[in-house]
T-cell receptor, first 115, second 114 residues
């Protein structure tokens, strides 16, 4: 089955710093999604990317859909303490016979922000 | 508009018992997905259901696990004769359409098997 390799596994940064994390796959995905999970909660969608090469922003978050359809990155600028959590990339094939939301998730990046 | 609801939030079972996890999708959503998250790992797809139908159960173990989404009431993920390896967080997500790429996740049920 498809696998997503997400890196880094964890990051420890100072408040105000920028953060970058990425996700790669050996398979093509037609949609890339980035989620954040707080302790004891379910994932919350941050950004969705639908076209290869697409660059999308949501406040301090920016994400890009790689041109090869096999990778994506997420940047967080000027981090704040509430950015703490686990960030997951997820891919969706969404074409052909699998035209529904069967998500493949990366392993997650644990972000810690020191005030 | 209430979000996706799951209960119980925490469930403790002894080996050999049954676990029933419930998921009420968002209002108007008839598509439900179940995912399992082992400690320090990402979520893994288990099963996709529409009302009264199982569409894709390719991620669900063939034995002991079953899922349903009846015409009335919540979706149920049932694990029979639980083993310690079943300990995990189980999340459901709902979406309004089959081809919707936006899924809304519930808070999860954390199952601990003693």
């Amino acid at each position: 089955g498809q696998q997503l390799n997400q890196s880094p596994q964890s990051m420890f940064i100072q408040e105000g710093e920028d953060v970058s994390m990425n996700c790669t796959s050996s398979s093509i995905f037609n949609t890339w999604l980035w989620y954040k999970q707080d302790p004891g909660e379910g994932p919350v969608l941050l950004i969705a990317l639908y076209k290869a090469g697409e660059l999308t922003s949501n406040g301090r978050l920016t994400a890009q859909f790689g041109i090869t359809r096999k990778d994506s990155f997420l940047n967080i600028s000027a981090s704040i303490p509430s950015d703490v959590g686990i960030y997951f990339c997820a891919g969706l094939i969404g074409a052909g016979g699998t035209s529904y939301g069967k998500l493949t998730f990366g392993q997650g990046t644990i972000l810690t922000v020191h005030p | 508009n209430a979000g996706v609801m799951q209960n119980p939030r925490h469930l403790v079972r002894r080996r050999g018992q049954e676990a029933r996890l419930r998921c009420s999708p968002m209002k108007g959503h008839s598509h439900v997905y179940w995912y399992r998250q082992l400690p320090e790992e990402g979520l893994k797809f288990m099963v996709y259901l529409q009302k009264e139908n199982i569409i894709d159960e390719s991620g669900m173990p063939k034995e002991r696990f079953s899922a349903e989404f009846p015409k009335e009431g919540p979706s149920i993920l049932r694990i029979q004769q639980v083993v310690r390896g079943d300990s995990a967080a189980y999340f459901c997500a709902s979406s309004p359409r089959r081809d919707s790429q936006t899924q809304y996740f519930g808070p999860g049920t954390r199952l601990l098997v003693l």
